[in-house]
C-alpha cells in the first residue's frame, strides 16, 4: 500500500533523508524506532508534503499513486492520516466545527455528498466514546487549553472520523499516562487494525507496541532504515540501546 523507495529529502539544503526505503502493506503495522535527529519526523512531514520539505530522489506511491506530486489536501484526501507530536491548538474554531469541515472537504474531494450536521454528531459522538474521550471538550476550541493527553484522544477522536487508510503518527505516545497510552493503544487498533489499513508508528520506546503490537519495526538512523525486525527488536532496543548496534546507528 506505501512504498518508499531510495528516498532523499533536504531542508534549507540539509540532506536529512538518505536513501530511505520502506515498504508497508494493507493490514500492517509498522514501527519505527531511532535515535533523536535520525529523520523520523522529517520523514512524516515528506509523507504528508510540508512546504519546505524538498524530496531531492527517489519515489513514494501510495495503492500505486506517486503521492509526492499531490498537494497536501489531496494526499488525505487519498486517505493519508498524519498525527503530530505537538498538536496545534486553533483559537475560535471548536474541535466539531474543524472536524466536520474536515471531513466534510475529503469527502468532497473523492466526490462524495458531505454529511449533514445529524449524521456528522452521531459519527463525533460514536468516535469521542471510542477513545473515551467526552464530546463537552470536543465542542470547546481546538485544542485550547486540552492536557496532553486530551490533545492525544482528541487527534485519535479526528483519525476516527477521517477513517483513513494510512495513518503515520509521530510519538503519539509521547506525555501520556498510562491509562490515556493503553486508550490511545486500543484506539488505533479498533480504527486502523483493518485489512484495507496500513500504519506507521514513530516512536521512542517499547510501551506503546504492548497495545499495538506491529508487524515489523524499523530503525531510522542517519536518514535510512539500517535495520528491520520483528516485535522483538524493540525489546532488544529497549534493553541495549541505539549504541550496542553499532556505528552505523549512532546518532
Ligand atoms: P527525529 O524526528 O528523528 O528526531 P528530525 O526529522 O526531527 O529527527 O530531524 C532530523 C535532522 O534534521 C536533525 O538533525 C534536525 O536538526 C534537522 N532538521 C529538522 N528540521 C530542520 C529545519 N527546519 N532546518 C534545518 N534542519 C532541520
Ligand atoms: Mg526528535
Ligand atoms: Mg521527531
Do not use: C
Not at 506507521?200 to 530503525?219: C, F
Request: aromatic fraction near 4%; glycine fraction near 12%.
Amino acid at each position: 500500500m506505501l512504498k518508499i523507495e531510495n528516498l532523499h529529502a533536504e531542508i534549507d539544503g540539509k540532506q536529512i533523508l538518505n536513501g530511505l526505503t520502506l515498504e508497508v502493506g494493507a493490514g500492517e503495522v509498522h514501527a519505527i524506532m531511532g535515535p533523536n535527529g535520525a529523520g523520523k519526523s522529517t520523514l512524516a512531514y515528506v509523507l504528508g508534503g510540508r512546504p519546505g520539505y524538498e524530496v531531492t530522489q527517489g519515489s513514494v506511491t501510495f495503492n500505486g499513486q506517486d503521492m509526492l506530486e499531490l498537494e497536501t489536501h489531496e494526499r488525505a484526501a487519498a486517505g493519508l492520516f498524519l498525527g503530530f507530536q505537538y498538536p496545534v491548538e486553533i483559537p475560535g474554531v471548536s474541535n466539531v466545527q474543524f472536524l466536520r469541515e474536515a471531513l466534510n472537504s475529503q469527502r468532497k474531494a473523492r466526490g462524495e455528498d458531505p454529511l449533514t450536521g445529524g449524521e456528522f454528531l452521531k459519527l463525533a459522538k460514536e468516535k469521542a466514546a471510542l477513545l473515551k474521550l467526552d464530546m463537552e471538550m470536543l465542542k470547546r476550541n481546538v485544542n485550547v487549553g486540552f492536557s496532553g493527553g486530551e490533545k492525544k484522544r482528541a487527534e485519535m477522536v479526528q483519525m476516527g472520523i477521517l477513517d483513513p487508510k494510512l495513518a503515520v503518527l509521530d510519538e503519539t505516545d509521547s506525555g501520556l499516562d498510562i491509562d490515556a497510552l493503553r486508550t490511545v493503544g486500543e484506539g488505533i487498533n479498533a480504527i486502523m487494525r483493518q485489512p484495507d489499513k496500513g500504519v506507521l508508528l514513530i516512536t521512542h520506546y517499547q510501551r506503546l507496541l504492548d497495545y499495538v503490537q506491529p508487524d515489523k519495526v524499523h530503525i531510522l538512523a542517519k536518514g535510512r532504515i539500517v535495520k528491520t525486525g520483528g516485535p522483538e527488536l524493540a525489546h532488544d532496543l529497549e534493553r541495549e540501546g541505539y549504541e550496542a548496534l553499532g556505528e552505523e546507528v549512532g546518532a
